[in-house]
């Protein structure tokens, strides 16, 4: 690009409330070039003018920038030690009606395996879950439901069985019984005031794209969202390098209790 990404950064932020700064920059920047050159554009302030003026390019824009990349049960491993060991101590420390944050949701995969999940121990009508995401574009894909063969790969198929339709070879509806156990609602973790009191936040392979200082605001604000002794459940490669100086004490692999 031509002109400064410094400049872009700041006009991005006063447009959308996104601060790349805040971002892993190469890792971002090399995102956001390729998507400018596809479109055949010169300078990055071109590039805003052209989003400011086009509603679906701005959407395009927003839905490329945060990074969606989800499937049902990703690290199966995960999800039994939640099912066997997490939720059960959970439900002795909070009872049964535990208050669940799926954050940074994505197409709505993690929240509606929590959901089926937790189906496992009491009925749907008993189910809610906060599914939040930065982008408003990837909430509407989640609540109509309709997903990809591949994205279901690590799903029992207990589940797949018992919620899901086929709509054709490649395509399956998750059921509306589980979509109405899920309150979809759009969220930007480093700007907007979080739910509070949670006994379980969720917020999986999002944390990987921020700079440590995000990272450690983040964590600061999850702690303060959940309850004391409650639990967060992070990514596969987002273990916590000393959590007591963030006031969490490691319950399980990629599970944190506030202390």
Avoid at 18 to 40: G, P, S, T, V
């Amino acid at each position: 690009m031509t002109d400064s990404y410094e400049s872009f950064k700041t006009q991005i932020y006063q447009l959308t409330k996104i601060d790349l700064n805040l971002y892993k920059e190469r890792q971002m920047k090399r995102r956001i070039d390729a998507l400018i050159a596809k479109h055949k554009i010169e300078t990055y302030s071109a590039y805003v003018d052209f989003i400011k003026k086009s509603p679906v390019m701005f959407e395009e824009f927003v839905n490329y920038l945060t990074i969606n990349v989800s499937e049902f049960y990703r690290n199966p491993e995960q999800w039994v030690l939640l099912e066997k060991e997490v939720l059960p101590y959970l439900f002795s420390k909070f009872g049964n009606t535990l208050k669940i944050w799926s954050a940074a949701c994505s197409t709505g995969d993690e929240p509606y395996s929590l959901v089926m999940l937790l189906s496992k121990f009491m009925p749907l009508s008993r189910i809610k879950v906060i599914a939040t995401d930065i982008d408003r574009q990837i909430l509407e894909k989640a609540k109509i439901g309709l997903y990809n063969i591949k994205s279901l790969k690590g799903l029992p198929e207990e589940f797949q069985k018992k919620y899901f339709t086929e709509i054709n070879s490649s395509t399956y509806q998750i059921s509306d019984s589980i979509k109405a156990c899920v309150e979809f609602k759009q969220h930007n973790l480093l700007k907007d005031e979080y739910p509070s009191n949670c006994d379980l936040i969720i917020c999986r392979n999002v944390l990987i794209y921020f700079t440590e200082e995000a990272k450690d605001k983040i964590y600061k604000s999850f702690n303060a969202a959940l309850k004391k002794e409650a639990i967060l459940f992070v990514g596969s490669t987002e273990q916590i390098i000393q959590p007591q100086n963030l006031q969490f004490a490691t319950y399980k692999s990629f599970f944190y209790k506030k202390i």
